[in-house]
């Protein structure tokens, strides 16, 4: 028998031959630190998407969507839950939390999200993050801070040990909690143990947890496929336009962000291929999505941060809080190294800018185009924190348009000066700019070509 329900292919309709690769997927990813608005653009991809995914993460990744008025916080579920005609996908490389999808989707659903358990499909070989992981997330940053006088300054969802967890193979996922319970039981209480002889202030109540897992896994079960062939079916059935949605950004990526300070997993576009069993020839299109300016939570070295009038200027303006964390964002001047490198690891075939309306009252912008060590220009980005730490930045400076540009919806509207910084990114790091936002509702994006 089936552990899951309703265990359809995910595409009908026309095989392909052996030889055609299939239908291509388009990716959208974070060009900075976070919270560039990729959910933005996943909203304005998805009105024309048959699937959307999440490939990686968890509900630390925080993503704000308005359409007709109406703000969506979003965590877990895809940005692209909003469109009715789409099917979102939760892949195997995204770490499930269930209390706070299920919260997320009722929280949204009072808001007008209506059907959205319908049209949610999740991974079973994803890995679930439980309530323990969370409090040992905030054990471990309290250990830090008393050993180090530093965090890493996490988001305490537990993704980190849940990742930690998968990393060390003692880890559950789906198919485990959709399986034999008894089993499942008995290997959720070893987890637990594992953890409390390395935190004895751990405390769980094991038998009040596995009581809510159950109830909760009778909700996810109809919701559950095999992400694999699910994936395969959608490439390689009838033509369909699927889109992957990457949550945190290069900067956060585990291998490729200012490690440590970064979060625990591929949040380039690797990750789209082992975060939903997606072969690389189906990438298509690779959208980076970058702020006007740059942004980052918690700490970490972070080059064109202004601590003056302009870093508060622009976080007063910009509205510039963490959607998961609530913590004020640093800001600072738009970082074309950080941008650079970001293209290099995804290759990048257009770059969203967001914001742009922020820097409206600005009377001079300037723009980080290289840094320097010891005087010298360095052709790279810094592995070392403590040479990121220590870089100088060489700047480009700009006469600010000091014009209103959140009405404009062509590129003919906005001021010739902020045309001519828009020309200059581009140029810089080599990839056209497809959009320009300028405003927080769908209706704002300003699309090139």
């Known amino acids: ?7 359809q292919p995910a595409a009908t309709g026309q095989k392909r031959s052996r030889n055609d690769p299939g239908n291509k997927v388009t990716v959208v990813l974070g060009a900075q630190w976070g919270d560039e608005g990729k959910g933005k653009v996943v909203d304005l991809l998805a009105t024309e998407a048959d699937f959307v995914c999440r490939c ?8 704000t969507v308005v359409v007709e008025g109406k703000e969506y916080d979003f965590h877990l579920l895809p940005s692209g839950i909003i469109n009715s005609k789409s099917i979102s996908l939760i892949g195997n490389g995204v770490v499930i939390h269930l209390p706070g999808l299920f919260e997320e989707g009722d929280k949204n659903e009072k808001k007008g999200l209506k059907g959205w358990e319908k049209r949610l499909i999740v991974s079973d070989r994803a890995h679930l993050v439980f309530d323990f992981h969370q409090v040992v997330d905030g054990l471990q940053e309290t250990e830090r801070q008393a050993q180090e006088g530093k965090n890493i300054g996490t988001t305490r969802k537990g993704i980190g040990p849940a990742y930690s967890s998968k990393a060390s193979r003692t880890g ?29 202030a751990l405390t769980v109540d094991v038998e009040d947890q596995l ?22 079916e959608a490439l390689h059935g009838s033509p369909k336009k699927i889109l992957v949605e990457g949550a945190n950004a290069a900067l956060l990526d585990i291998d490729f962000g200012t490690y440590p300070f970064v979060t625990s997993s591929n949040c380039t576009v690797g990750g789209a291929c082992t975060g939903l069993g997606i072969p690389p020839l ?24 202004q601590l003056n009038a302009v870093g508060e200027l622009l976080q007063t303006r910009g509205r510039e809080v ?36 922020i820097l409206d009252v600005m009377d001079e ?15 790279h980005f810094p592995a070392n924190m403590d040479v990121l730490h220590k870089v100088e930045v060489e700047y480009e400076t700009f006469p600010g348009w000091k014009t209103d540009t959140s009405a404009a919806r062509k590129w003919n509207e906005l001021p010739a000066k902020a045309q001519n910084y828009i020309h200059f990114i581009e ?20 699309q090139m070509f």
């Open 365 to 379: 912008i300037k723009v980080g185009i290289a840094y320097k060590v010891n005087g010298k220009r360095i052709p």
């Open 56 to 63: 990686q993460g968890g509900n630390n990744a925080g993503h």
């Open 1 to 7: 028998m089936s552990l899951y329900v309703n265990h």
């Open 322 to 357: 963490g959607v998961t964390t609530g913590r004020k964002r640093r800001c600072g001047w738009l970082d074309l190294v950080i941008l650079r490198y970001a293209h290099m690891i995804n290759g990048f075939t257009a770059i969203a800018l967001t914001k742009l309306d």
């Open 282 to 305: 189906n990438i298509g299109d690779v959208f980076g999505v970058s702020k006007a300016y740059t942004t980052r939570v918690g700490i970490g070295a972070f080059p064109t941060e």
């Open 172 to 200: 559950l996922r789906v198919c485990d909690l959709l399986g034999d319970f008894k089993d499942f039981s008995m290997r959720f209480k070893n987890l637990v143990r594992q953890y409390q002889s390395m935190y004895p």
């Open 211 to 232: 009581k809510k897992l159950k109830e909760y896994s009778e909700r996810l079960r109809p919701m559950v496929r095999d992400g694999v062939y699910y994936m395969y």
């Open 427 to 446: 140029n810089h790091i080599g990839v056209p700019i497809k959009w320009i936002g300028v405003g927080k509702s769908r209706e704002c994006m300003i």
